[in-house]
């Protein structure tokens, strides 16, 4: 897959004065597709399948998330490393002008669909102090956000999960 659209978000958490463990909660969105690509799709244990993807937009997922880390500082100096665990629920809009789905009782396109997920995640990051009540950080996390969808079929189930890593940054705000 590839990003689409800008990752944006907003966090509130610490680590408090000299503790090594902190945590925060993040409402934020990113989006992905599926770029263009021959692939393997297992459509059972015995049943595997090439399929091609022409083109970048086949199918595109908006995540909408709510999420919690637990972080461990790695030191309390200037420059505070930092790593943690992360969970959270997504809402995740699919979309496909190429992939059918039942409107009523109608089978047509496009695919377009709110599901609900869960959202595992792994942050790596640096957080620098500017000042008393100031600091930036550098972020890498590792995520993977895992929903099912039925295109409004009965007895359909389809899993789908996105791992993706993401570079983030921002400024932190004592108050």
Same mark, same amino acid.
């Given at each position: ?26 409402? +934020? ?5 599926? =770029? ?6 297992? $459509? *059972?244990?015995? +049943? %595997? ?12 997922? &908006? !995540?909408? $998330? ?20 992360? @969970?959270?629920?997504?809402?995740? &809009? !699919? !979309? ?18 709110? *599901? ?5 995640? @792994? ?19 590792? %995520?993977? &956000?895992?929903?099912? +969808?039925?295109? *409004? #079929? ?8 996105? &791992? =993706?890593?993401?570079? #983030? ?7």
């Amino acid at each position: 897959t590839a990003s689409t659209g800008l990752l944006w978000g907003f966090r509130i958490g610490g680590f408090g004065a000299g503790k090594l463990l902190g945590g925060d909660f993040e409402i +934020s969105h990113y989006a992905q597709q599926i =770029t263009a690509q021959k692939t393997m799709i297992t $459509l *059972n244990a015995a +049943s %595997t399948k090439s399929f091609s993807f022409y083109v970048d937009d086949y199918f595109k997922v &908006n !995540t909408y $998330l709510m999420a919690g880390d637990l972080l461990l500082r790695l030191s309390s100096k200037t420059l505070q490393p930092y790593i943690g665990l992360g @969970i959270g629920m997504t809402l995740n &809009n !699919t !979309t496909s002008p190429y992939i059918y789905q039942f409107y009523g009782s109608t089978f047509r396109r496009p695919l377009d669909q709110l *599901n609900l997920g869960l959202l595992f995640r @792994i942050p790596i990051g640096i957080r620098v102090n500017l000042g008393d009540k100031t600091s930036a950080f550098l972020e890498y996390r590792s %995520t993977g &956000n895992t929903f099912t +969808s039925t295109r *409004n #079929i009965k007895g359909e189930t389809d899993s789908i999960t996105l &791992n =993706t890593g993401q570079t #983030i940054f921002g400024l932190g705000f004592g108050f």
